[in-house]
């Protein structure tokens, strides 16, 4: 299985008294247009999605939007709670589980979430010290489903460096 884990593109500072439910923060005009650029990079990978997977947040179902248009796919973007505020580590592996062991998914998120996540797929004991910038990529394999320990690194992405690929 191949993981694309892209954590959501500048959505400001939380701010109260725009947003009271910080749920609904969108990306901002910068953000949105940086991740568009962004994704065009992650495209040249010749990425080929069989899912994505996306944060309810609303700056995490933008960015998934925009990757999603960038990558061709077509297919339904789906919400996914533990991808958002209710994270977990084992209930992430457990969803994607479900998923065929050929399948490359998708998924937009946040930090720490996504940073731990991966480390827990590279070392055991999630010893592997990431961090992922907004619009950041991380892409992994393993073989089979998701498992501690088992995932290999394909790629770990800036943001400016995705830019790059455009050339």
Known sequence: MKLILIRHADAGDP?????PDDRLRPLTPEGRREHERVARGLARLGLAPTHVLTSPLARARETAAITARALGWSGPIEPVEILGDRFRV?????H???YPEDSTVVCVGHEPHLSRFAATLLHHEGAAKLGLAKSGVIGLECPGKPAPGTGRLLFFLPPRELLRLLG
């Open 15 to 19: 701010d109260p008294q725009r947003y």
């Open 90 to 94: 084992e209930d992430l592996r457990e």
């Open 96 to 98: 994607l589980a479900r």
